[in-house]
């Protein structure tokens, strides 16, 4: 009896389709609907022969026309989930109660809610704020920095800014509302490493001109660059800061391939390559090879630029590499004006799985080390630390700028401003809210006014929400936040703020040998300017 119930669900579908199509053929003559319903039938009983005969899917040949169901199934799982099953914590990366908070943001609507939180505050992770008895009231949510104070055209940058996406991963419409957004608020727009485009320079909004391996916008025909076309672009009014790419969150030390089919004669022109070949991003820059050469480069962006400020972002690797950086700047006397720190978590570009999941340290870790080295060869106050990573809600901000970031940057938060749903098929060219492609159909869904309106809303009104923050702790400015106005349950019994769990350095400590953390003890002499290899005592690394 249960064979035959398996015979039949296996093939019962297909002959059921066989019969009805005799059956519509016979009655044919007496009605012309049946000739459609026949032919409707017939081309059901091709396609169980077709999976029958096809050699590429089991399940098909097992289970001709029904096996489908498990494909169309398995392809709407995703939304089921998302709109029917998933409770408001639970979606990632970002879950319905994030993405919700920036439309509400976005559109101007209420944020606030009702009958209180609906986080477990007993969990072990879960992090507040603490505040003071004497809140503060502070004027203003514009708060900004000066970046470049030494150079010739210092930038007064909002704390608040659109982390790097290229024109050619979103669409022109997106980078113009993205762009127009960023001029209504007074606030940065990150080009991202695949240059300025002309959907960047369209409505006048402030740009950091984000320069990766590929030195696109600045590239000769071989690829090297080309400081006769970074000079040209770079002295543009909009572009405030210059900022060399080492390697994004996404896929730290990968690289990248925008394949011939995709790069159309707009990105093409954008980039300053041909069309019909692969537009390749190569894992490491060929202007320099060693953290002296690096901080050079450095200083040749900046005159090239006309004294702008210059700076670099990288996700945190191996830490030699980093020292050596450090090193460097230390021998040359040449300092970026600012360091951007993109956390592992961060990242709109698709990634293979290994680099997305296991490759480069988290923003946390990322920052921390950034800052403490800085810090420790008493060079803090010479460079400002940007952050990106994951970062959507105001107290976000206000963790991160309390662990040593002056300003944050948030990719996926302004994309969800836009209309982003978090489909996740932005790598497929088929975004269903036209921000993530090509296809100009697709982005005419994608309407500029209004979406900027809603990109310079979830800025401001963000920041407005860090103002609250802000002042509820008893501070002024963000720059007066502290680890130690972090609070962190690391158990059901036990909190501790920020300060007390994170290792930090105080002024001066790396120079006085007083590494105090182990990845100081470990790597900092082991660590060379002239060379991101590791030295060591002897030809290998010591093995404890």
């Given amino acids: 009896m249960i064979d035959w119930f398996n015979k039949f669900l296996r093939y019962g579908t297909w002959a059921t389709f066989m019969l009805l199509t005799l059956l519509f053929a016979l009655l044919a003559h007496s009605s012309h609907l049946s000739w459609f319903w026949a032919l409707a039938a017939l081309g059901f009983t091709l396609l169980g022969l077709r999976d029958k005969m096809q050699t590429s899917h089991s399940v098909l040949r097992n289970y001709p026309i029904i096996g489908h169901m498990r494909y169309i199934i398995e392809a709407i799982r995703p939304e089921i989930r998302q709109y029917l099953m998933e409770a408001d914590d639970e979606q990632t990366p970002f879950s319905r109660a994030q993405r919700s908070v920036v439309y509400q943001r976005a559109k101007g609507q209420v944020d606030s809610m009702a009958f209180g939180t609906k986080i477990n505050v007993m969990k072990p992770s879960h992090e507040w704020m603490s505040h003071s008895m ?81 030195y696109f916008g600045c590239r000769n025909e071989d690829g090297t660059f080309s400081a006769e076309k970074f000079k040209k672009t770079a002295a543009l009014e909009q572009i405030k800061m210059i900022e060399l790419k080492l390697s994004q969150g996404a896929k730290p030390g990968h690289g990248g391939v925008l394949p011939a089919a995709k790069v159309t004669r707009e990105i093409a022109q954008t980039r300053g390559v041909p069309m019909n070949v692969d537009c390749i991003s190569p894992a490491s820059h060929s202007a320099f090879t060693t953290p002296l050469e690096m901080m050079h480069f450095l200083q040749t962006l900046r005159e090239l630029s ?51 999941d296991h490759i480069g340290e988290p923003l946390q870790e990322g920052l921390l080390l950034v800052h403490n080295t800085l810090v420790g060869l008493n060079i803090r106050d010479k460079i400002k630390i940007g952050a990106a990573g994951k ?113 930090f350095l105080e002024p001066g400590d790396i120079l006085r040998k007083n590494y105090k953390l182990d990845v100081f003890k470990n790597w900092w002499e082991k660590s060379s300017s002239s060379s991101f290899n590791v030295q060591s005592i002897g030809s290998q690394i010591e093995k404890k």
């Avoid at 590499?321 to 006397?333: D, H, N, S, V, Y």
């Fill in 134 to 214: 004497r809140p503060t009231q502070i004027a203003s949510a514009d708060f900004r920095i000066t970046v470049g104070a030494q150079t010739q055209h210092p930038y007064e940058l909002s704390i608040f800014n659109i982390s790097a996406m290229s024109f050619g991963s979103l669409s022109a419409n997106a980078i113009r509302a993205l762009n127009l957004g960023a001029k209504m608020g007074r606030f940065a727009h990150d080009t991202g490493e695949g240059s300025v485009s002309m959907y960047h320079l369209e409505n006048g909004g402030d740009l950091i001109w984000e320069i990766g391996s590929g």
């Fill in 306 to 356: 006309g004294s702008k400020p210059v700076g670099f972002k990288f996700c945190v690797g191996q830490p030699w590499e980093w020292f050596g950086i450090c090193r460097a700047m230390l021998e040359t006397q040449i300092y970026p004006d600012f360091i951007v720190v993109d956390g592992s978590e961060g990242g709109t570009g698709a990634a293979p799985l290994e680099f997305a």
């Fill in 391 to 503: 970062i959507i809600t105001a107290f976000d901000m206000a963790r991160t700028l309390a662990i040593g970031a002056d300003w944050v940057n948030s990719a996926r938060g302004f994309l969800f401003s836009l209309g982003c749903i978090q489909a996740l098929s932005c790598h497929t060219g088929r975004c269903p809210t036209g921000i993530a492609t090509q296809d100009s159909e697709r982005q005419k869904a994608l309407v500029v006014e209004d979406k900027a309106k809603r990109v310079y809303n979830f800025h401001h009104n963000t920041l407005h929400a860090l103002q609250e923050l802000l002042q509820a702790a008893g501070v002024t400015h963000p720059d007066e936040l502290g680890p130690h106005h972090i609070v962190k349950r690391v158990s059901a019994t036990h909190t501790t703020n920020l300060a007390d769990l994170l290792g």
